[in-house]
């Protein structure tokens, strides 16, 4: 649904900031250039991605 959609969108989003920080990319936080921060945030674009992927699946469905 709706919320889904939006949920991994916003988790997406997040995660690709962490990983920017991870490999020195994004400057001027404590999470800088340190690569777990670029492995945890591949982690959590997977999830926002598969969120996506789910809410537009259940959205496609009518429900009962």
Known sequence: MLVR???GV???LIGALWILQGIGV???SAMT???IWA??????VAA????VVAG???RGTPSL
């Open 5 to 7: 959609v939006v949920a």
């Open 10 to 12: 916003v988790l997406g």
């Open 26 to 28: 994004a400057k001027g």
């Open 33 to 35: 250039d340190h690569p």
């Open 39 to 44: 492995v945890l945030g591949a982690l959590l």
């Open 48 to 51: 926002g991605a598969w969120l």
């Open 56 to 58: 537009i699946r259940r």
